[in-house]
């Protein structure tokens, strides 16, 4: 038995009446649109009755309720005229259950305002709805959001039905009627008489209840549907957790399965649940050309909901958004400039920024977008909030996604994925909730399914079982097989031929071959090129590659809708579009072609989308697949360094590092040259950079993209990064330990200085020479260098170098000069100097320099003892750090915390977090500074009688300083050291102990370890 609710004959013919393959060229589209006109009865009683004041209250009222139930059903409020409300469906982007939808969203206006009044004391309100389907114009101009420019009688239709509604009913036209299927029993009201309308017109009344029963919703995407087979348990638990969402306590689950084993088809059961109407139903979905453009299908949702089209130009794209943001959203003007900038960034042209700002940014984004998702979760109108195949998720989304998990049980709702087993979530799929894992269907099943397709009419056993067998409980496969034999079976009847049963073929592959091999040319024609673009792919941009006219394009498009390969449905914006019924399906399609087809249509479609006139924008990531499988290398890597660029710009480094990776496997590819070495060198630019702010100058990934820049960068003439890469890669040395190496490299950057000088040679040979030195202990050097940076710096000349370096010297010369004299004994300039880097870091804003100077703030406190300063800037850091994921800044923190605990008295705790600190300090690869900790780390120690742990942690660090020559501590261990010895009742080596402290100290300068404590 099938629970279609309408043929999809009926279906397609519906989608050609949309005028779907219409020509987008032209500015004005035709279009079929359902207009919801739903006007407040007796608004004049009401004001007169209520005042004003009261008026204004419930007229807001009626107005949320009316837009809440168009949103819900993903319509548009085009208007508010006067008490009424227009709204339009399918409009941005048109899809088949419109009007379907406008019913829905009439039906629950009229119930959530029975369901009003019966709260309401005294008031009453009523609304008198009209609907009506028709064919429009749009003149869509730039920054059109709301369809101002709309013209089609249905408007006038949809007033004129209002006006015949009584009150708190709905009246639809015919046309609604037929295309909203049978979801509900229409009272017929028989031909009207409609103002302004010649003809008079048959019109359907809205019963005031929805019809019972399954199968209240047609099928989208025209796929055959069949009802559910098994999954009861899935199904009850996550009914469970909706109505738990109901009640304000939401939840997070993720199904799990393989393709095709029926994950999707769960969540339409769950979206069209009759017993769950007052849910809300988001959808989210990652797209596998997608895996690495940041917040992809959080973007995709925003461009649908603000009306973004596929060819709508950047900045047209920005301003729908921001209309968005500020009317629909109402975001202030800081709210709204995070999300244009994390959401909105202008893309590929944008300049790689490697300011780490944008990181607080996404944060604030995730804040302000989690806040928005949340704030339509209200208890009894819970939210459903679903995130598609997140095998193919980008690493943003999946914080964003994790993030909404966390949060989603204060809130009244669900948040539910889908995964395939593989993905960034294998192996930690409880971080998105409980784990449903679907399995395959048992014997029984697969033959319930397979006659439940009403394809098996007329099978035996024996064909049952072939199909059983062969599909190994898939879903998916069940229905193909029984497809397939089906179909022999027809022929067989037919042509009463040979058996052809036998030949059944093992995998999908051969299936959809099969499939495929029984259509005509043009339709395989299509399927394939289709299947080169994607699972959805864009009509016309296949219609044009495919070179055939329109109407044998239709024709075929047609055959592969009846053979249940692909079906029309909305693509992005406005483009028609069609998708593949399934991603196998897709990957079934393309194995049909040969590596030279492939190579040939990826090139063809790389083309189109590279000289496309229409001014579509270009995803790079997409493009850069399409070369690559072209064997077009050299501009696949060029696309990849152009997504990388997009990326890093808005701090997502994630992708941008594997963007990186892809191109340089591109660049690889190329012939050995000077091409290939600049591209692979434009391509490192960016690595360094990344990798350095989120993994820490001591990783060896960090230094092994120095190394290779900077060989690259030695074979040629002046290049202009030289000088940056060099003193990167001397950072890497010294944060390694490597201090020799890193002043051998730094003279490097000295000998350009000379030869030619500049201030950036000057404050990065000046800053890396006095920070070597000060780690050396040669604390008199030390005071040169950076006080030299520090004089020559100006925040308005140098600011900018920041960009190349990643440096902030002026701030980071504070820090480590502050650093010096605090060592050197004059504890108030060490002071002055870190409050001075916290102001240079507030006037530069720059994150990771104000990271430094909150450091340069609790260090030297540290130093000087005062607990008080340096527990205050520390708690600030820790906060601050770990906002914006700096590792090194987290650790350091961490320590003064814990270092603060020790010294009042709790010594526990405070030893505790100490390790926890010097623990993650070392995970980053950074050497220097892990002795400082020791020492601290001993003394605490030592104070709760640890001495075994004492002593050996100072061995350890005695060893690792000599090894490294970071003798700036060697001081400061000697007496640790003494006091551990003391502790153990060893006076006479304590003493001794005590002297190498101040010898060391002597011979450092450093005043501050030099006299007895
Ligand atoms: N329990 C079921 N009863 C009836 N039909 C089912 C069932 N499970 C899946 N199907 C059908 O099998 C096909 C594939 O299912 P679906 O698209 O949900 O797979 P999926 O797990 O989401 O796969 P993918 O990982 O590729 O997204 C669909 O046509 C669906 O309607
Ligand atoms: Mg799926």
Redesign the pocket.
Known sequence: MSTSTSHPSDRIGALMALGAAEPSETPSQHRQLTVMFADLVGSTALLEEHGPEAFSDLLRIYHNLCTEATRTQDGTVANYLGDGVISYFGYPRGTEDDPLRAVQAAWAILQNLERLNRKLAGARLEARIGIATGRVIIHQKPGDHYGENVVGACLNKAARLQVLASANTAIVCAATRKLAGKAFDFEDLGPQNLKGFEQRETVFRLPPRQRQGPGGFARLRG?????????DRELALLRQMTARAAGGSGGAAVLV??????????I?VLRHDEAQESVRYLSLQCSPAHQFSSLHPVKDYLDWVSGVNADDPRDVRRDKLRRLFQSAWQTDEEQTAVLMDVVASSGPEQEANADIGMLLKRRMAFQILSKKVFSTAVPGHPLLLVF??VHWIDPTSAQFLENLVRNAANHACTVLS?T?PEGPFAGRLNALGEIVP?DR?SDE?SVE?AR?TGLAAGMDDETLNVIVEKSDGV??F??EYASMLAENLGAREKAEGPEERRDVPLTLGGLVQNKLDRLNPHAQKVARIGATVGRVFDLQLVRSLSALGRTTFDKALATLEAADIAHRGAGSGSQPAASF????VQDAVYGSLSTAERRRLHGRVADAMLSDKGGRRINAEVLAEHLLAAARNRESAEWRLTAAMAAAGEGSAAEALAHITRGLAATELLPAGGERDDLELRLRAIEGPTLMVTRGPGSPAFGTAQARALELLRGRDKPDNLIPVIYNTALHDWACGRLAEADRVTDEIFAILEAEPSDAAYLSAHTMRGLVAWHRGDNPAALEHLSATVGRYSPTLHREFYMRFLKEFGVFGQFYLGLTHTVMGNATAGAEHAKAALELAKLVRRPHAYGFALLANFVTAMLRDDVRTASRYSEESIEFASQQGFPEFLAMSMICQGWAKVKRGAIDTGIHQMEEGAGLWAMTGFENWQAYFAGLLSDAYVAVGRLADAGALLDRHDERVARFGEAQFEPLLARSRAMLLSAAGDAEGAAASMRTARDRALRNKAALWASGR
């Open positions: 796929e055959r549907r069949t009802p559910l087979v098994g999954r399965g393989e393709p095709g084993i029926g994950k999707s088809r769960l339409d598609e195949d889908t395939r679907l269907l099943q399914l439940a879903p998916l069940v229905e019924k399934h991603a196998l």
